[in-house]
């Protein structure tokens, strides 16, 4: 298998393309600056996951920027700390502000010149417009749990994703879904016959930080530490077919 032999790279944005564990830490600042405790970056991260991945269950159809607040709600509940609603949302609005990680815009506006880029993300539409100005690049489809109704791992998100990609001409066995997460996507992708490339931006450090535990570890057919890495390999396959 290699990478020129896919017709377009759909990819999780967060995690993969925005650097949301920093923008995470930053907007949860307010808080954990009034915990009684020193928590470290990666508790913070995996409470975080814990609280998400719970509250995307109870309300699949709730929008990324009005889930948050809950998740706040309860970080601050967790953690002993009293907190306003007005506290809340503004955290919710945070998502907007996250950033990019720095090979990400550069490496998609390669990638777009030699495959259909297209988007599966656990977000709503807005806050992922305000994401898409970080990543400069004009994707030819972007899919978000606001339009699927509910969150990954669902099946509805990726069989949602399936059934759009044939109206562009696209066929399962010609999409590689390119994700940082295992427990969000390349579980999944391994349940719905998906090619799938792990993006491993956790590379250097412990744990599994802002996404839950999968478990047994999913398969994949391509890793890289940074979309950069990606870019470059892609490269040098088009280098040995010349």
Known sequence: MKLTDFKALTFDCYGTLIDWESGMIQGLKPLTRRVGKNLSRNEILEAHARHESSQQLQTPAKNYRDLLPIVYKRLAEEWG????????????????????????????????????????????????????????????????????????????????????????????????????????????????????????RRYDQAGFGATMDPGQMPKYDFRFNSMADLAKAHQEDLRKQS
């Open 81 to 200: 700390v009293a907190v306003n609603w007005g506290e809340c949302v503004a955290y919710g609005r945070t998502v907007k502000d996250w950033p990019a990680f720095s090979d990400s815009a550069g490496a998609l506006q390669y990638l777009k010149t030699h495959y259909k880029i297209v988007i599966l993300s656990n977000v709503d539409n807005e806050s992922f417009a305000g994401s898409n100005e970080k990543l400069q690049v004009g994707f030819d489809a972007i899919y978000t749990a606001e339009d699927c109704g509910s969150y990954k791992p669902s099946d509805r998100n990726f069989e949602y994703m399936i059934k759009k990609l044939k109206t562009l001409g696209i066929q399962k066995h010609e999409v590689l879904h390119t994700a940082e997460s295992m427990f969000h996507d390349h579980g999944p992708a391994n349940k719905h016959g998906l090619a799938s490339c792990w993006i491993y």
